[in-house]
């Protein structure tokens, strides 16, 4: 039994095919490129990127509009019928790729031939996801299926087989949806990190895949594969090596299809024997240093291995003033002289708290421009973290004594919001926000709405602060928004910075923020830039690292 997909020619996937390659290179969150030439309404150079996925192997292609500042539906229907008219393009399956579902109907309505619908899931519940699963197989597309539900994203092995066994209960028995067009995507998140939960994530997804061939008769498997490697986002060898080693055991063990750069698979057999070897001990998870151990051997396929001169640099570093020494602590993750170091700063300045808004938040600014310019990775950015938490917890007794009584700023509640895991931004911002006079109650992540206004009643907030990664994080901010508006959130105070309970707006997706989103959420808590800048300089400049995408 075979998925049966068509462009202008067929594609059957069953037991005996190889790995299907999904092109990614024309979806706007992922492709800086195709999203300027989208919105810069250049088609037929998007076409062009489109082309040259098919060309460079690609046996379907992923088709993505999802950006704020895009009408999706219009450039997803426009998009699609320019490539029905590029026969060369057109010959291959589709995959229509939104998180709205109106942008996914739009999108079924031009396409040729058979594609397929990514994604649906149980986030919204099994109501939801029967409707969505019914209009699939009216429309007649394969389905990409999310460990997606209530709770939130599967990330261990046992979630991932629990969420798609019940999908496929329901797909298979409640709406008839032929079971060799349901194929589940496990959720592929990035490994080496420098965050110890997630160590095994690949490891998880490469069983699961194992779990759902044995489990769930002809279903297919697919995951977005760049997800894996975000952590060496600008170093392509690596990230290639990866990649490499990631499908290698994953289709091993059943993966049938994922979206990739078509263009840039390299061959496991091909890989330089001690940086497979590395890959591999962070991909199986077989060794506790695994990621510092491929931290260093990618300085070398980077071409930026240390050479004499920054040994040199490294010995007499310690010479520096202390504001540069800081700073190198905070970019190398060095803990060894942080406490010693700010002490010596914490002597200079006339208050505490003037050495994190001054140096130390100096330091994390240099940390987040080579972050963004890819020239530091996920793990870095991390150590860089917990170096300026251990400065920041040094200082902290120094600040409670120098306090004035009733000098605080507020109380704010933060979390990320339900859906999203993501909390690394969120916690920096904490840190910094508690040093600068507030009050911190965080909720940690994956919080529903009613929570987090339950307890921002609770505990008399000034501030609510929501973070998220995720697109579909937005419209859980909007909804928390709208709460806010119905429930009546208002708290009488003389200070006219407590007027009204407010919410800043956290996370990559606020960095450059979306307009339909904008307008909805000003139109619900429209003094949100007014929280962002009471906030202060500290905080603003310290959400500039969590300003990628992690």
Known sequence: ????????????????????????????????????????????????????????????IDINMDEG?????????????????????????????????????????????????????????????????????????????????????ADTRERKIEICRRAYKILTEEVGFPPEDIIFDPNIFAVATGIEEHNNYAQDFIGACEDIKREL???LISGGVSNVSFSFRGNDPVREAIHAVFLYYAIRNGMDMGIVNAGQLAIYDDLPGELRD??????????????????????????????????AQ???????????????????????????DTEEARQQAARPIEVIEGPLMDGMNVVGDLFGEGKMFLPQVVKSARVMKQAVAYLEPFI???????????????ATVKGDVHDIGKNIVGVVLQCNNYEIIDLGVMVPADKILKTAKEVNADLIGLSGLITPSLDEMVNVAKEMERQGFTIPAADRRRDHLESAYGGEN?????????????????????????????????????????
């Open 278 to 311: 590395a890959v591999e001990d962070v991909i199986l998870n077989r060794r506790d240093d695994s990621t510092e151990r491929l931290l260093e051997l990618a300085e070398k396929y980077r071409g930026s291995k240390a050479d004499d001169g920054a040994n």
């Open 1 to 60: 039994m075979a998925c049966r997909l068509a462009g202008l020619e067929p594609l059957n996937i069953g037991d005996d095919s190889l790995f299907v390659n999904v092109g990614e290179r024309t979806n706007v969150t992922g492709s800086a490129k195709f999203k300027r030439l989208i919105k810069e309404e250049k088609y037929s150079e998007a076409l062009d990127v489109a082309r040259q996925q098919v060309e460079s192997g690609a046996q379907i």
């Open 510 to 550: 606020r960095a450059e923020l979306q307009r339909p989103h904008r307008l909805r959420t000003e139109r619900l808590a429209h003094r949100w830039r007014g929280v962002c800048a009471a906030l202060g300089h500290a905080a603003r400049r310290v959400c500039r690292p969590h300003a990628q995408r992690v």
């Open 400 to 414: 409670e004594a120098s306090k004035e009584q009733g000098s605080s700023n507020g109380k704010m509640v933060i």
């Open 217 to 219: 008769p002809h279903a």
């Open 69 to 153: 500042m895009l009408d999706a539906e219009a450039a997803m229907v426009r998009f699609l019928n320019l490539i029905a008219g590029e026969p060369d393009i057109a010959r291959v399956p589709i995959m229509i790729d939104s998180s709205k579902w109106e942008v996914i109907e739009k999108g079924l309505k031009c396409i040729q031939g058979k594609g397929i619908v990514n994604s649906i899931s149980m986030k919204e519940g099994v109501e939801s996801f029967i409707h969505h699963a019914k209009l699939v197989r009216r429309y007649g597309a394969a389905v990409v299926v999310m460990a997606f539900d209530e709770v939130g994203q």
């Open 314 to 340: 490294q010995a007499e570093w310690r010479t520096w003033e202390v504001k540069k020494r800081l700073e190198y602590s905070l970019v190398k993750g060095i803990t060894e002289f942080i406490e010693q």
